[in-house]
């Protein structure tokens, strides 16, 4: 079975940085490209960042680009997300998933796995 421990959320003021972990259970996550989504209220999950198997290829949604930094550690399994120059608009719950791939994924459909989520609260 596999599980995903997202940590690392808070809060912080706009400008401010957050680091994301994502552990990962099982020995499959060498395997796989792996993905953050966010969720705001009374909006859609979005895509924010993915990354290959083997972290050699990236890939981030516009509104982070420059900003945030996804990468992987596949001998502790584990994906993150460096948030720089955090925004209001950057509240959200942050979700760490598995892609079903071993490139980049950049829909909800194409996730097979996903954890519970970690709030990340940016104030003005």
């Known amino acids: 079975q596999v599980q995903l421990v997202e940590s690392g959320g808070g809060l912080v003021q706009a400008g401010g940085s957050l680091r994301l972990s994502c552990a990962v259970s099982?020995?499959?996550?060498?395997?796989?490209?792996m993905s953050w989504f966010r969720q705001a209220p009374g909006k859609e999950r979005e895509f924010v960042a993915g990354i290959s198997w083997n972290g050699g290829s990236t890939l981030s949604a516009d509104s982070v680009k420059g900003r945030f930094t996804i990468s992987r550690d596949n001998a502790k399994n584990t994906v993150y997300l460096q948030m720089n120059s955090l925004k209001p608009e950057d509240t959200a719950v942050y979700y760490c998933?598995?892609?079903?791939?071993?490139?980049?994924?950049?829909?909800?459909?194409?996730?097979?796995?996903w954890g519970k989520g970690t709030l990340v609260t940016v104030s003005s």
């Open positions: 099982g020995r499959t996550f060498s395997t796989y490209a």
């Open positions: 998933a598995r892609g079903n791939a071993l490139i980049v994924q950049s829909s909800v459909s194409g996730m097979g796995y």
